[in-house]
Structure formats: C-alpha cells, structure tokens
C-alpha cells in the first residue's frame, strides 16, 4: 500500500502486531505492526550475546509494549495478533491499550475502553530459574529519581550496572558523575511512523515506561543481573484527569497498579529469578527531592528532568534547562523547600519561582485556577505542602511567582495544614510490595532520612 498524501485515521480497520524477532548474534530486535497493509518496524539494538529462551519472552514482552506507540496513528477498532497471546500476555496488552492510553483517548476525544483485540490463546510457558547473578541494574534518564537510587545502592555497597535507552549529553554526564559500568541501548522507531503524523496521523503520550522496562529487562537477563531497579514514586499513582468515567493519569506505566501488571506478567513468562520493581515507591516526589538535597548533591550540576533536554532533534534540544514547562515549574517547586534559593537557581540557570510569566502554570500544579499538566510532576496535594514549605524558608517567600500561588491557595481555602505535610513527606511503606527482602534495608534507610 503506497502512503497516502493525507492520512485519515478513521479509515484504518485493524491493527496488527505481525512479527518479532531477536538475532543474538548482533543484539538486533525488530518488533513489527501493520495498519491495514501498511508495514512499520521498530528497531531495537540490545549488546550482543547468544540469545536464550528468556530473551524470546522478553522479547513478546517489549514487542507489546511498543506496540502503543504505531496502535496512535489511527487508533482502529480491532486489534490483531500474529501467533496468538498467553493469558499474561493478554493482560499486559489490555492495560496497554486500555489505560495506558487514557491520555490518547482524552486528547483525541476517543472512547478511553480501548480496541477489541483478537488473538488466540498461546500456552503459558513459565520460565525457568535463569542463573542470575545478584545484580543491579538501574535505568538512568537523567533526573532526580534515578539518581536519589544510584546513591542508595552506592551507599548500600553495591556497584550496579548502569543503563539507558538512546544516549543524551545530560544521561551521559550523569553516568560519568556517578562512575561504574555503564551500557547504552538504542531504540530506533520506523521514521515513517513520523511522516504518518505530518500526514494526519493520531499523536499523544503512550506508555513509554513499559517500552524502557521491557528493554532494559532484555539488557539485565544478558549481563546477567537478576534485578532492574526503577525508580518510580508514589506520586505517579494519581490520576490527572477524568475522561468519560475513566481516570486517566499521564503516568500510568509509572503506577503501582502498572508494576504491579508488569512484574507480574515477567514472572509468570520469563523467570522467577528476575524481579522488576521500584525502589522508590513508597515515597512522594516532595521526600524524593528532600532525598536528592541531602545526598544526590555530585549531581547537581548535571542532572536535569526537563523533557526538552532529551528531544531527538538535536536542533531543539536544549542544555540542560527549558525553564518554561511544568517539569521545570515542578522540580523547582519540590526542591525549593529544602535548598536556599541560589542553590535552585544554579541548578536551573533561572529563578523559575519568582517569575510573574510562570504564576499559571505553576498554579496548574496546585490546581489554583488551573488544572494539573498532562506531565511528569507530584501530586496536587504534595505540591500545595511543597508551596507552604518553601514560603516557610527564608529566601524563598519574596519569590514572586511563589508568593502569588501561595496568596491564590490562602484564598480559596486550600492552604495545607501539618496532617497534609506529614502525608506528603512521611512514606507508605506498605507500598514496597515488590522490593525484595534484600533491598527492603536501603528502603528503611531512605525512610529514616
């Protein structure tokens, strides 16, 4: 099928996840889709190494991860699977396509229960033991997160491998500042994927943590690692909006409820040695960045969670800081009540709280007249403490962008009080369901701090 000058998404049918395919050899994985007839292929490329029965099922895995990411261009009603799915498989894939994409559905003005998938039913395989040796390895973006995990684990005595999908200059200095063994893997989506969008393809966010996951799982099971450590927080389990009776969260692959789905389906397909879990989860963004102040402090010249500082064109990507979208707003905000201003404002190359241009959107995180950005930021609540805190320390209440937030929550009743503090920075424990027994002192340790 030739590509049509302009693309309508609406006439597509079917969705079709077509084949998948590791070669050891070269650490070449192709996961291939179709809409309609029209072929796409995503390219992943993995270090080489002979490649194993628990490669092939990771390799299912990340091949219906990425799959959300070619299902947007026209979102059809049916979706089609080569070969058949497993019943863990199939969970996976409803969470996927279903809220995984609620934000897609929300954008679009679509129905958010997602598309009938038509597969037949694939034996469940579970994996056998791998062989894996005790070993961390932590995916780095750059941020905060990942960084507050790195210096846990250094901390603990432990040296773990380092990872990251594609290569950014802030990845790379972050790799650098905090030493050890790292590797780098590079994920290459079919470019005509991006002509469907100049040509009126359906955009918006997919589950991209799911993607990172999966091929960071494929890394770990080959430098044998029995562990990958996110670093996702409490935080990204609230919901950002309401889309027609669904919740719809930006950060979905980032939920509890999302590591839940996913640790499960790779003990139930891959190997029981292998556990994918966060490390951070029991905590809210706010006690993450009061962890960052006290000890993340050799990364602050190089870290950034500005999502402009990774943009593929190299021509709009930017050093370090925007200064103008939320995640600057945000990390600006949660740092501010544990860092003297000229701290924050080094760090940012800018004074974001006291900047009149960024009362709306900063009011956004507060929900002060605005609605919570469709982003990677906390919790509404854990921003209103985060609002309190900083007016609280000196230097921070003649910030001016800060002190009209502060003055437009005094006025519409929504100041926190101390319960609300505690809640923000006191850690729920009981969510580190998926830490195991080994890990669970270094999670008492950061709770303690």
């Given at each position: 099928?030739?590509?049509p000058e302009v693309f309508e998404?609406?006439?597509?049918?079917?969705f079709s996840l077509t084949d998948?395919?590791?070669?050891?050899?070269?650490?070449?994985?192709?996961?291939?889709?179709?809409?309609?007839?029209?072929?796409?292929?995503?390219?992943?490329?993995?270090?080489?190494?002979?490649?194993?029965?628990?490669?092939?099922?990771?390799?299912?895995?990340?091949?219906?991860?990425?799959?959300?990411?070619?299902?947007?261009?026209?979102?059809?009603?049916?979706?089609?699977?080569?070969?058949?799915?497993?019943?863990?498989?199939?969970?996976?894939?409803?969470?996927?396509?279903?809220?995984?994409?609620?934000?897609?559905?929300?954008?679009?003005?679509?129905?958010?229960?997602?598309?009938?998938?038509?597969?037949?039913?694939?034996?469940?395989?579970?994996?056998?033991?791998?062989?894996?040796?005790?070993?961390?390895?932590?995916?780095?973006?750059?941020?905060?997160?990942?960084?507050?995990?790195?210096?846990?684990?250094?901390?603990?005595?432990?040296?773990?491998?380092?990872?990251?999908?594609?290569?950014?200059?802030?990845?790379?200095?972050?790799?650098?500042?905090?030493?050890?063994?790292?590797?780098?893997?590079?994920?290459?989506?079919?470019?005509?994927?991006?002509?469907?969008?100049?040509?009126?393809?359906?955009?918006?966010?997919?589950?991209?943590t799911a993607v990172v996951s999966?091929?960071?799982?494929?890394?770990?099971?080959?430098?044998?690692?029995?562990?990958?450590?996110?670093?996702?927080?409490?935080?990204?389990?609230?919901?950002?909006?309401?889309?027609?009776?669904?919740?719809?969260?930006?950060?979905?692959?980032?939920?509890?409820?999302?590591?839940?789905?996913?640790?499960?389906?790779?003990?139930?397909?891959?190997?029981?040695?292998?556990?994918?879990?966060?490390?951070?989860?029991?905590?809210?963004?706010?006690?993450?960045?009061?962890?960052?102040?006290?000890?993340?402090?050799?990364?602050?010249?190089?870290?950034?969670?500005?999502?402009?500082?990774?943009?593929?064109?190299?021509?709009?990507?930017?050093?370090?800081?925007?200064?103008?979208?939320?995640?600057?707003?945000?990390?600006?905000?949660?740092?501010?009540?544990?860092?003297?201003?000229?701290?924050?404002?080094?760090?940012?190359?800018?004074?974001?709280?006291?900047?009149?241009?960024?009362?709306?959107?900063?009011?956004?995180?507060?929900?002060?007249?605005?609605?919570?950005?469709?982003?990677?930021?906390?919790?509404?609540?854990?921003?209103?403490?985060?609002?309190?805190?900083?007016?609280?320390?000196?230097?921070?209440?003649?910030?001016?962008?800060?002190?009209?937030?502060?003055?437009?929550?005094?006025?519409?009743?929504?100041?926190?009080?101390?319960?609300?503090?505690?809640?923000?920075?006191?850690?729920?424990?009981?969510?580190?369901?998926?830490?195991?027994?080994?890990?669970?002192?270094?999670?008492?340790?950061?709770?303690?701090?």
């Amino acid at each position: 099928m030739g590509l049509p000058e302009v693309f309508e998404p609406e006439r597509v049918e079917v969705f079709s996840l077509t084949d998948c395919d590791l070669d050891g050899a070269t650490g070449t994985v192709r996961l291939s889709y179709a809409l309609d007839d029209l072929a796409l292929t995503e390219v992943v490329q993995l270090p080489p190494g002979q490649a194993t029965a628990a490669d092939e099922a990771l390799v299912r895995l990340l091949w219906l991860a990425a799959a959300p990411s070619y299902f947007k261009a026209a979102t059809p009603p049916t979706v089609a699977v080569t070969g058949g799915l497993s019943s863990a498989e199939r969970r996976l894939l409803d969470g996927l396509l279903g809220p995984g994409l609620g934000e897609l559905y929300l954008v679009n003005g679509l129905d958010p229960i997602g598309p009938v998938i038509e597969a037949a039913g694939r034996p469940d395989r579970p994996g056998s033991p791998l062989g894996l040796d005790r070993r961390s390895l932590v995916p780095v973006g750059g941020g905060k997160d990942s960084c507050v995990t790195i210096e846990a684990l250094q901390a603990a005595g432990e040296d773990p491998l380092l990872a990251s999908v594609r290569r950014f200059p802030v990845i790379d200095a972050v790799l650098a500042r905090a030493g050890g063994e790292a590797v780098h893997v590079g994920r290459a989506l079919d470019p005509l994927l991006l002509e469907l969008n100049r040509r009126g393809a359906r955009n918006g966010h997919v589950p991209v943590t799911a993607v990172v996951s999966l091929v960071l799982c494929l890394v770990a099971v080959r430098a044998g690692c029995d562990r990958v450590v996110m670093s996702n927080e409490r935080s990204a389990s609230e919901a950002t909006r309401d889309w027609r009776g669904a919740a719809v969260n930006h950060q979905w692959s980032k939920s509890l409820a999302a590591e839940e789905l996913l640790a499960g389906v790779i003990a139930a397909t891959v190997g029981p040695d292998l556990a994918w879990y966060s490390l951070l989860r029991p905590f809210s963004e706010l006690a993450i960045c009061r962890l960052f102040a006290e000890r993340g402090r050799r990364f602050f010249d190089v870290f950034s969670s500005c999502n402009a500082a990774f943009r593929l064109d190299s021509a709009r990507r930017v050093d370090g800081w925007d200064r103008s979208c939320p995640k600057c707003r945000f990390v600006a905000l949660a740092l501010a009540p544990w860092l003297d201003r000229a701290e924050v404002v080094a760090i940012q190359g800018g004074d974001v709280l006291d900047d009149p241009d960024q009362v709306e959107g900063l009011a956004g995180l507060v929900e002060a007249g605005q609605p919570k950005p469709f982003e990677c930021v906390g919790e509404v609540a854990e921003s209103r403490v985060a609002v309190r805190l900083a007016t609280e320390r000196a230097g921070w209440s003649e910030a001016r962008a800060l002190a009209t937030v502060a003055d437009r929550l005094r006025a519409d009743g929504a100041w926190p009080d101390a319960a609300d503090v505690g809640r923000a920075l006191t850690p729920d424990l009981d969510l580190a369901v998926l830490v195991p027994a080994s890990h669970r002192p270094i999670v008492d340790d950061l709770a303690r701090a």
